[in-house]
């Protein structure tokens, strides 16, 4: 299935821009720095809804190190660990006393080897057979590069999945630009000043809720047949 072409997605901020409009108006006081937090905010989202189908597309999103050092710096989560060509099962360290254990359900053995965080490392058990064969997969910090220009990119993160960002960001504008308009109109209600202009407010509300419900629709409609 093809989520979304990279190839239609260039320039973010001017693609952003055309769906949610003018952002940049200072009435809204969203600023280029929101709306990339809103797009790494959509990768995030976007994974955990790959994750949640179970497609194999979450492999998409990872990256892989032979080192066993947890750099929480730039890994976010872990997504699974291997050695001598097994999966390895993750393990909470509080179970530590029954790793060892042939009769406990957390014993680990060659066969059914796992890992565990201690000391901001991960670590595996029993020893691998053959240590280069050690990695972990994690889902990594994303950030982007040129959001502002045609050659927009998130480092690590799949093309295949940049539409799901854009639209992501998009819903988050609105969602903002609706907020600021609901206390703007609420206000002109309850002072009584200008009823005409809090009608005008709520009928650009009415037209911004309509503009969210395309966006939330053709967001949630790209993870639908995963």
Not at 84 to 98: A, H, T
Not at 166 to 190: F, G, H, R, S
Request: hydrophobic residues 35%.
């Amino acid at each position: 299935m093809s989520v979304g072409s990279n190839n239609t997605v260039k320039n973010f901020k001017a693609r952003i821009k055309l769906y949610a409009g003018n952002y940049e108006d200072p009435i809204w006081g969203i600023a280029d720095d929101d709306v990339e937090q809103f797009c790494l905010d959509g990768c995030y989202d976007a994974w955990g809804r790959v994750k949640a189908t179970g497609s194999n597309d979450i492999n998409l999103f990872t990256d892989s190190t032979t080192s066993t050092e947890w750099d929480h710096d730039t890994f976010r989560e872990l997504v699974y660990a291997e050695q001598d060509g097994k999966i390895c099962r993750i393990e909470d360290v509080m179970n530590k006393q029954y790793f060892e254990d042939t009769n406990s359900m957390h014993y680990a053995s060659i066969n059914d080897p796992i890992v565990y965080f201690e000391d901001k490392t991960l670590k595996f058990l029993p020893a691998a057979l053959d240590a280069s064969t050690k990695k972990i997969h994690h889902i990594p910090e994303y950030e982007i590069d040129s959001f502002d220009t045609d050659t927009t990119s998130i480092e690590k993160f799949p093309g295949k999945y940049y539409d799901a960002v854009v639209w992501y960001a998009c819903i988050e504008i609105v969602t903002k630009k609706m907020q600021i308009l609901t206390d703007d109109m609420n206000n002109l209600v309850d002072s009584e000043e200008d009823p005409e202009m809090a009608q005008a407010k709520g009928l650009e509300l009415q037209s911004m809720q309509s503009q969210l419900a395309i966006f939330t629709q053709r967001y949630e409609n790209l993870f639908k047949k995963l």
